[in-house]
Structure formats: structure tokens, C-alpha cells
T-cell receptor
Framework: KQEVTQIPAALSVPEGENLVLNCSFT??????LQWFRQDPGKGLTSLLL?????REQTSGRLNASLDKSSGRSTLYIAASQPGDSATYLC???????????FGTGTRLAVRP | GAVVSQHPSWVICKSGTSVKIECRSL??????MFWYRQFPKQSLMLMAT?????????EQGVEKDKFLINHASLTLSTLTVTSAHPEDSSFYIC?????????????FGEGSRLTVL
């Protein structure tokens, strides 16, 4: 059974810092991995999707890397802004379009 | 990107009543939809996998008679919480995948907050 852990559980930083959010998963036989953002009381917004054959994906100030063999993914946020404050979730999938297993999330607060 | 819509976004009901939550894929056909449940400050837990035209597959520990799932069309899945009780109060989120996308990306609805009094 896939288990996903995210570290740190919570993070508070001043605006402008570069951040690293970590995700580890126990079963490395994944098809892809998605990173999501969740604002309080809201649904999930997809940020990045990495296929198992890829090493990284970038979108604006976000960069996600994947080391499938060691069961790790990292989300880098450059030049953080208060609007980045949210909970960030990673979720690997075992096959295309299959259910996702979610981590416990990292709750990020960026102070102005 | 593909859009998934949930309705209602929030609902308050009395204990013992039933509540239906709809999940629609607006611009694509979803052969499979997933229903998740999220308690405050916790992660999402998969409840069931809904397949168009067939019975849903429930995760271990989820009561199928209490959480009725119907996926009657390629754009609509419904979750009915029957005889709701206060412990059913939670945030319910659906997601959908389109079989034509080779990436396997899943798209999520905005969530439905259920409060049972």
C-alpha cells in the first residue's frame, strides 16, 4: 500500500524566500506524480504533473523534481509571495488516470 | 485544462436526512470519477471509484449502503449520503480523468462541505 509523507508539515517564511517542499513515497512503481495547491475550504488546484520518465517539470516560479527510484519528489518555489500561502499536496498514481494517494500536505504561510 | 464542477458547494442538513452531491465534468467525458473525503486539517482519503455504467468500487471501511454512488453518464457522478449523522460532516471532493489523456492527469472539483446538525 502506497504511503506518502510530506516534510515539513508547516512552514512560515518571509516574502521573497526560495522554498523547498519535500514529498516521499514508499512504492516507487508509480506512473506519475501530481503536486496540488489547496486554499482553506477550497478544492484542489493542479500545479505540476511529472511523468515517471521525467526528472522535473517547471511552471513559472514552480519547479518539481522527481527521483522515482528513491521515492522522492521536491517542489521548489522561487521568490515566494503572500499569495503562495496555502497547503501543498503531492500525490503519486500507480497507473494512468488511476486514483491518487495523497500526502499529509505542507501548510505554507508567506509573511509580507 | 479540464473543468470539474461540484454542486452544492456547501449544504447543512438535519440528522437523519439524505444529501446528494453532484460532480460534473464540464468539457470532457469522464469514464472514471473518484470521491474523496477530507476532515479538518487532514489529507484527502479516497472513498470510492465511480465507473460509468457500472457499480462503484468502495475503499475498505467505507459503507456502500451509506454512501451511494451513481455514475449514470459520462459527465455526471453523484454521491448520496443517506441518513446523515453529525460524524458524516466533512468536505467531499470529486475528481475525474478522461481516458483520452495519456498523461493520466486528474482534475478536481471545488469540493462540497457537508454539515449535519
Amino acid at each position: 500500500k502506497q504511503e506518502v509523507t510530506q516534510i515539513p508539515a508547516a512552514l512560515s517564511v518571509p516574502e521573497g524566500e526560495n522554498l523547498v517542499l519535500n514529498c516521499s513515497f514508499t512504492d516507487s512503481a508509480i506512473y506519475n506524480l501530481q503536486w496540488f495547491r489547496q486554499d482553506p475550504g477550497k478544492g484542489l488546484t493542479s500545479l505540476l504533473l511529472i511523468q515517471s520518465s521525467q526528472r522535473e517539470q517547471t511552471s513559472g516560479r514552480l519547479n518539481a523534481s522527481l527521483d522515482k527510484s528513491s521515492g522522492r519528489s521536491t517542489l521548489y518555489i522561487a521568490a515566494s509571495q503572500p499569495g503562495d500561502s496555502a497547503t501543498y499536496l503531492c500525490a503519486p498514481s500507480k497507473s494512468s488516470g488511476d486514483k491518487l494517494t495523497f500526502g499529509t500536505g505542507t501548510r505554507l504561510a508567506v509573511r509580507p | 485544462g479540464a473543468v470539474v464542477s461540484q454542486h452544492p458547494s456547501w449544504v447543512i442538513c438535519k440528522s437523519g436526512t439524505s444529501v446528494k452531491i453532484e460532480c460534473r465534468s464540464l468539457d470532457f467525458q469522464a469514464t472514471t470519477m473518484f470521491w474523496y473525503r477530507q476532515f479538518p486539517k487532514q489529507s484527502l482519503m479516497l472513498m470510492a471509484t465511480s465507473n460509468e455504467g457500472s457499480k462503484a468500487t468502495y475503499e475498505q471501511g467505507v459503507e456502500k449502503d451509506k454512501f451511494l454512488i451513481n455514475h449514470a453518464s459520462l459527465t455526471l457522478s453523484t454521491l448520496t449520503v443517506t441518513s446523515a449523522h453529525p460524524e458524516d460532516s466533512s468536505f467531499y471532493i470529486c475528481s475525474a480523468q478522461t481516458g483520452t489523456r495519456a498523461t493520466g492527469e486528474l482534475f478536481f472539483g471545488e469540493g462540497s462541505r457537508l454539515t449535519v446538525l
